[in-house]
């Protein structure tokens, strides 16, 4: 889901607040003027219009009859409405900020598409390109490294089961591992817990370590990827992830363009050079500036990623 499309449903949610509280609101009058007719019909009085403090006074004369309670379920009612109108204020300002968000981030778009020339569209559609074949190969490997991780801490597990003399009653006369013990069930089931626990800590394979090792290795998306087991909801969400992460990345570069140059006049000299980075000298009204791209790679990035430098020319 886009940012728009996220937002303009949570306003959808926002409205349907508001409708219900406004529902709220005439369910309790008409509620209210049941109950002042009950009052009218026991005492003769009238309470439409009347404050709580103005019909505390009318109750006095009635607090020790059955009328006094007649005449304070008016105060109730007025209570519930008042409680109703509060909750219709703050639902009103919750639609109002995300209908102000969504209004920015349309602007945002709108800013997006008229202000950034081809070539930056084209070097981050490059970027997003490059970002979907690593994730993807990411997530494969993810799936390798997961096995031998957990490969790992089976044979820690085994390693001390047999170092470890608590563990004694766990092996056979041969000084190995029973085999129902090698069953990942029944290992959880091992007691004493304690110098296990400790054993697998000590070599960061302990829960913990495990799943820290995942998140270095994988990164957010790919472990958000590993979440669903379906591939085109995968593709789905990388593709989203990385089209949003686009129009950010966008955003931030026309912003500081904007920033160093003022509105851009001209990026004819601006072009994607052979190694893939942006680089040139993109005139605006406000003066030039120079724009050099340094890509980052390799097995240890996350991701390849790149970091642009916008230097102002002085005349």
């Given at each position: 889901?886009?940012?728009?499309?996220?937002?303009?449903?949570?306003?959808?949610?926002?409205?349907?607040?508001?409708?219900?509280?406004?529902?709220?609101?005439?369910?309790?009058?008409?509620?209210?003027?049941k109950k002042i007719q009950a009052v009218i019909k026991a005492i003769g009085i009238d309470l439409t219009g009347k404050s709580k403090e103005e019909i505390e006074v009318i109750r006095e004369p009635y607090r020790t009859t059955d009328d006094s309670w007649t005449i304070y379920e008016v105060v109730s009612k007025l209570d519930d409405i008042k409680g109703a109108k509060k909750k219709l204020s703050e639902a009103e300002i919750v639609l109002?900020?995300?209908?102000?968000?969504?209004?920015?981030?349309?602007?945002?778009?709108?800013?997006?598409?008229?202000?950034?020339?081809?070539?930056?569209?084209?070097?981050?559609?490059?970027?997003?390109?490059?970002?979907?074949?690593?994730h993807i190969k990411r997530y494969q490997d993810y799936q390798d490294f997961k096995k031998k991780l957990k490969q790992k801490v089976f044979e820690a597990q085994m390693e001390c089961i047999k170092t470890i003399p608590v563990y004694a009653e766990y092996l056979d006369d041969n000084g190995e591992v029973q085999e129902e013990y090698k069953d990942e069930y029944n290992l959880m089931n091992i007691r004493p817990r304690n110098p296990m626990k400790?054993?697998?800590?000590?070599?960061?394979?302990?829960?913990?370590?495990?799943?820290?090792?995942?998140?270095?290795?994988?990164?957010?998306?790919?472990?958000?990827?590993?979440?669903?087991?379906?591939?085109?909801?995968?593709?789905?969400?990388?593709?989203?992830?990385?089209?949003?992460?686009?129009?950010?990345?966008?955003?931030d570069l026309i912003q500081r363009i904007t920033k160093a140059v003022g509105e851009i006049t001209d990026a004819s000299s601006l072009k994607v050079n052979q190694k893939g980075n942006l680089d040139g000298i993109i005139i605006g009204d406000k003066g030039k500036a120079k724009l050099e791209t340094i890509g980052a790679g390799?097995?240890?990035?996350?991701?390849?990623?790149?970091?642009?430098?916008?230097?102002?020319i002085k005349e």
């Open positions: 889901m886009s940012k728009i499309a996220n937002l303009e449903d949570k306003i959808e949610k926002a409205e349907l607040k508001v409708e219900k509280c406004n529902g709220t609101i005439e369910r309790h009058k008409k509620q209210l003027e109002s900020n995300w209908r102000t968000k969504l209004d920015a981030e349309i602007n945002k778009e709108n800013f997006i598409r008229d202000n950034a020339p081809q070539v930056i569209k084209d070097f981050l559609e490059e970027w997003k390109r490059l970002a979907f074949e690593w400790e054993y697998l800590e000590e070599r960061d394979l302990d829960y913990s370590g495990v799943q820290a090792r995942k998140a270095s290795y994988a990164g957010t998306i790919v472990m958000n990827m590993d979440t669903m087991r379906s591939e085109p909801k995968r593709i789905e969400y990388l593709e989203k992830t990385l089209e949003h992460d686009k129009q950010m990345k966008m955003f390799g097995w240890n990035i996350v991701c390849f990623h790149y970091r642009t430098l916008i230097k102002p």
